[in-house]
């Protein structure tokens, strides 16, 4: 059983900052990949951002490059996205998941997600 849980959200105008939090707890894997993706209201959940167990490798969506920035401390087995210069349109439920094969492309683990709002 694996615990994910995210913090970090909240209300902020737009053109602030904003850092999210997720810790990983319970069963332990040998190398597995996070992500963050997010879910609108009336809209599907989707890919924000993504991370390899090394942290060498880093994905992101188009809409957040150059405005979002994926970090993970292996030590604290815990996963941050760092959100600057936001956006009304990012306003969304944030959700981390974790892959446990590591291949960043298939996440079985998922958060209970936190509310990010963005006024305008």
């Known amino acids: 059983q694996v615990q994910l849980v995210e913090s970090g959200g909240g209300l902020v105008q737009a053109g602030g900052s904003l850092r999210l939090s997720c810790a990983a707890s319970?069963?332990?894997?040998?190398?597995?990949?996070m992500a963050w993706f997010r879910q609108a209201p009336g809209k599907e959940r989707e890919f924000v951002a993504a991370?390899?167990?090394?942290?060498?490798?880093?994905y992101y969506a188009d809409s957040v490059k150059g405005r979002f920035t994926i970090s993970r401390d292996k030590a604290k087995n815990t996963v941050y996205l760092q959100m600057n210069n936001l956006k009304p349109e990012d306003t969304a439920v944030y959700y981390c998941?974790?892959?446990?094969?590591?291949?960043?492309?298939?996440?079985?683990?998922w958060g209970q997600g936190t509310q990010v709002t963005v006024s305008s």
């Open positions: 991370i390899s167990w090394s942290g060498g490798n880093t």
């Open positions: 319970g069963r332990a894997f040998s190398r597995y990949a």
């Open positions: 998941a974790l892959d446990p094969r590591g291949t960043m492309g298939y996440y079985d683990y």
